[in-house]
């Protein structure tokens, strides 16, 4: 590995040779979500910290883009889900414009995998299932927070928070009607496998009309 950085810590001079094993055609699994699992499964075995940290893009009607990190709560055949604040900027744009990418890096095994396809809302069901789990503190949360929303103070929303203790000290929390989950279905999912010379290993699997996938090797 290459320790350039400790004599010169600018970006330009940051540089590692990436000595991870091949990514070969002949093992990929015929499905991506299931290579995906194995490549999840990896990251959970390291000591990556949140492995299912990742950047979800959207953008709005006309294009703008926008980008932020989510956590990924779950995922299956049907797609990819994380949850959040249906009013935030993010659902604004997937209210508008319902495409989304997104992308996992995990450093230390110098992988990314890159996702994108078409998003909706879950389920009222599905949301309230997942929001019923979380811990009351980050229920009471959510009602606290308009997320993306300006605020004048830190004080704003610790006295929101305050209010909903209250109002929820002696009750369960229900779900906020504003807060729930999306299902980003892919279409293209691609894995990508640092190697050395910048010689990288990149497969992309892309969605058939049939419901098959197509896999293609592409030049890194
Ligand atoms: C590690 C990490 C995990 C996060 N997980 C979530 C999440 O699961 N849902 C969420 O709404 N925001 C999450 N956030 C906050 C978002 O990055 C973002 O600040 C917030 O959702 C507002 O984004 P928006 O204004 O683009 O809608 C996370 C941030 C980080 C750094």
Redesign the pocket.
């Known amino acids: 590995m290459d320790t350039s950085k400790k004599e010169d810590p600018s970006v330009d001079n940051l540089r590692i040779e990436y000595e991870r094993p091949e990514l070969q055609r002949s093992t990929l699994k015929a499905d991506p979500v299931e290579q995906f699992k194995a490549w999840l499964d990896d990251a959970i075995a390291t000591d990556i910290i ?1 492995p299912h ?1 990742m950047t979800l893009a ?1 953008a709005t009607a006309s294009g703008i883009p ?1 980008a ?4 990924l ?1 779950g995922y299956d055949a049907k797609g990819f889900v ?4 249906y009013d ?4 604004k744009e997937l209210a508008e414009n319902p495409y989304a990418a997104l992308t996992f890096y995990w450093a230390s095994l110098h992988r990314q995998v890159r996702i994108s396809g078409t998003v909706s809302r879950i389920s009222a069901i599905e949301s309230n299932h997942y929001f019923q789990s979380r811990p009351k503190s980050s229920q009471i949360g959510a009602w606290s927070s308009k ?2 929303q300006v605020l004048n103070s830190r004080e704003e929303l610790e006295d929101e928070f305050k209010e909903f203790e209250a109002e929820f000290q002696e009750k369960d929390v229900p779900r906020p009607p504003y807060w729930g989950g999306f299902i980003v279905s892919p279409e293209i999912i691609e894995f990508w496998q640092g190697r050395p010379s910048r010689l990288h290993d990149r497969f992309r699997y892309k969605l058939q009309g049939d419901g098959s996938w197509m896999i293609e090797r592409l030049s890194p």
């Open positions: 949140e940290a959207t926008s932020r990190v989510v956590l709560r994380f949850y959040t604040n935030s900027q993010k659902g997320q993306s």
